[in-house]
């Protein structure tokens, strides 16, 4: 049973940095991609980053480009999004995701393990 748990969630002012945290167990968490999506109240679940098996490759949605990084240390199975400068449009809940693939992808159908997520306010 593969599982995901997120951690680093909370409330932030505008203008403020988050770290969030996903711990994954997998056994072959190395061999696959990794992603992080968000979903606002209201609206669909929206993709936010994704990195590749070994971290050599990385993409984001455009509203976050510039102000969010994610990173993975396959030696602990964890990724990570850093998330810098932060707006009232970032509130959300944050959810990671582990693919069926080494590559990164922005589809959610790539993804076949998903945590919980975690709670992201931003108070303007």
Known sequence: ??????????????????????T??????????????RQAPGKEREFVATINWNGGSTRYA??????FTVSRDNAKNTVVL??????SEDTAVYYCASSRSAAA??????????GQGTQVTVSS
């Open 105 to 114: 992808s922005i589809y959610e159908g790539q993804y076949d393990y998903w």
């Open 62 to 67: 455009d509203s976050v480009k510039g102000r």
């Open 82 to 87: 850093q998330m810098n400068s932060l707006k």
């Open 24 to 37: 994954v167990s997998r056994r072959t968490f190395s061999m696959y991609a990794m992603g992080w999506f």
């Open 1 to 22: 049973q593969v599982q995901l748990e997120e951690s680093g969630g909370g409330l932030v002012q505008a203008g403020a940095s988050l770290r969030l945290s996903c």
